[in-house]
């Protein structure tokens, strides 16, 4: 690791900071979990609303320590919610 470019390393220490704060307890609880998640993986840039955010986060939450994902459930959960533009739209990243 001490060779790796310097973006790597700090995007390694931001996913090991995601994984401790997801390990603490509810993230529909962590307001700091939630922001840098969506910095992260650029949830941001998609113009999502209020709403959507905390669908998603809900979401990732019912679907702490299950072993498998049903990602058409999900995507039914979320697409309906419209973005800024007035549009659905269908952004997730469920991770281990």
């Known amino acids: ?9 700090e995007s390694i220490a931001v996913y090991l900071f995601l994984r401790k704060e997801f390990e603490r307890g509810p993230v529909t609880e ?25 669908k998603y986060f809900e979401l990732m939450e019912r679907s702490r320590g299950r072993s498998e994902l049903n990602l058409k459930a999900l995507a039914l959960e ?3 919610i419209k973005n800024r533009k007035n549009l659905p739209s269908l ?5 281990d």
């Open 78 to 80: 979320l697409y309906p």
């Open 30 to 54: 962590n307001h700091l979990f939630q922001f840098v998640d969506r910095s992260f993986y650029r949830m941001d840039n998609a113009s999502l609303l209020p709403d959507f955010r905390a």
């Open 1 to 9: 690791m001490a060779h790796d470019p310097p973006e790597m390393r």
């Open 91 to 95: 952004q997730f990243s469920f991770r």
